[in-house]
């Protein structure tokens, strides 16, 4: 299996119905590449797999709106467990390894809606005869790596409540509105933790008045209140994103 | 990961490559500041990528040894780093500056592809830690640590102490003691004074979780014949 979304572009809306475009690094591109990068607009479904581990990379998708990828880690014991997830702010697939090299996780639909996708062939091109595309793409890269670092240790170091609430806040930033379309059993899943331990962790998060739980989805009602609750890991990486692309990371409008 | 270089981009850098030797906790990159080199760990000689958090806890979150290097591997340097880039266990290194290193991926398309590659592979690494730190047990997680080390190392002594393993792998310093107290039960390690010795190392493979297989496996697939194995 190559893509799961290798779908045609028969049906596929004109590009001009994506502009302006709402993934951040389409926004900072440099117009003048977009010919040569021929994006193609693709629905992602929930659940939906860009890639298997194992799979051979071709595309790099860019989320648009509210689409969200995760990256998770099949273990052994057929638990999948969330490294990091992806939205508007960046790309999936071949961002570091350039592609056609055998993916190292799945990349999974979490949050639907549409996306860009890139064949990594035309990425490279691109890369090489316009340097800010290769500079671009290298400074985001930079920054999905100091996300990952970040998890690393935030994950070996941090309470539970305190990575739930840096991961909301995360979602809020690329939704850009409160209403998460996310289950418990969802978050349970993705933090490899039993459905008990997260929802007495959301059921606390409800009562300090932080979110609340609705039929199939998470309303943040304070984020301040998040933001309390969280550990430094979030605004470590949210500063580095500033810091080496700025207009990178999605800020929220007023 | 310079030796498995073709000839002739091994040739490319070598002008450029300055022998130097790592001190046990030297810095080697500092968060906020430029990254100016590259750090290329010799036989024996340990880096890792290092978080620094709130309450004078800290975190590993790579570890780097022959196989790769550190300093803009990811970014393709001349950017703010954003972790500290620490020296684990002494020993020689090589060190370039990211400007010869990006001269030369211009230069050299296989060169260029070549740490595309193993940027792929350090990548995968941190991928697989957060998954596993979120998820494995202590003592399944210091085994894979253990035997990372070894495969770096290559020694069957690691002169790493009890303390400095709680601060790689992010616990209290009683709760790693008593772990690898329980290792050592299992006949897996002996614990002596500032050294770690692995006495049985298959009987430590087992006790470490699969992240440790994936990653060598991947290492395997994308970059033949460099992940450093340890010879028993």
Known sequence: ?254 | MLDALAPRDRRILVPNLRETTLARGEVLLEPGEDVMHVYFPGRGTIAALVLHLRDGKSAEAVMIGAEGALGGIISNGDKPAFAHGVAEIAGPALRLSTDALDEAKLRSPSLRDHFARYADCLLAQALQSVACNAVHDFDARLARWLLATQDRCGQKELKVTQDFIADMLGVRRPYASRIAGLLEERGCIKRGRGTITIVDRAKLERQACECYTYLRRHFELVLPGVYPSYMV
């Not at chain 1, 190559?2 to 049906?11: E, L, P």
């Open chain 1, 1 to 254: 299996m190559v893509n799961s979304n290798a779908r045609g572009t028969d049906s596929a809306p004109p590009l001009s119905r994506i502009v302006p475009p709402t993934n951040q690094i389409l926004k900072l591109l440099p117009r003048a590449a977009f010919d040569m990068l021929a994006p193609e607009y693709v629905d992602l479904r929930r659940g939906q797999c860009l890639f298997e581990p194992g799979d051979e990379v071709t595309h790099a998708h860019l989320p648009l709106d509210s689409a969200v990828v995760a990256l998770v880690v099949p273990m052994r014991d057929g638990r999948t467990v969330e490294a990091t997830t992806i939205g508007r702010e960046g790309a999936v697939g071949g961002v570091v390894s350039r592609g056609y090299q055998p993916a190292f996780t799945r990349a999974v639909v979490h949050i639907p809606g549409s996306a860009v996708r890139i064949s990594l062939k035309n990425l490279e091109t691109a890369k090489r005869t316009v340097p800010d595309v290769h500079d671009l793409v290298s400074r985001y890269a930079d920054c999905l790596m100091a996300q990952l670092l970040q998890s690393v240790g935030c994950a070996a170091v941090h309470p539970l409540e305190a990575r739930c609430a840096r991961w909301l806040l995360l979602m809020h930033d690329r939704l850009q509105q409160p209403d998460l379309p996310l289950t418990q059993e969802m978050l349970a899943d993705m933090f490899g933790a039993t459905r008990t331990y997260v929802t007495r962790i959301a059921s606390s998060l409800q009562k300090r008045g932080a979110i609340a739980s609705r039929r199939g989805l998470i309303h943040i009602e304070s984020r301040e209140l998040l933001e309390e609750t969280t550990c430094e890991c979030y605004n470590l990486v949210r500063q580095h994103f500033e810091r080496v692309q700025p207009g990178l990371y999605p800020a929220l409008e007023p």
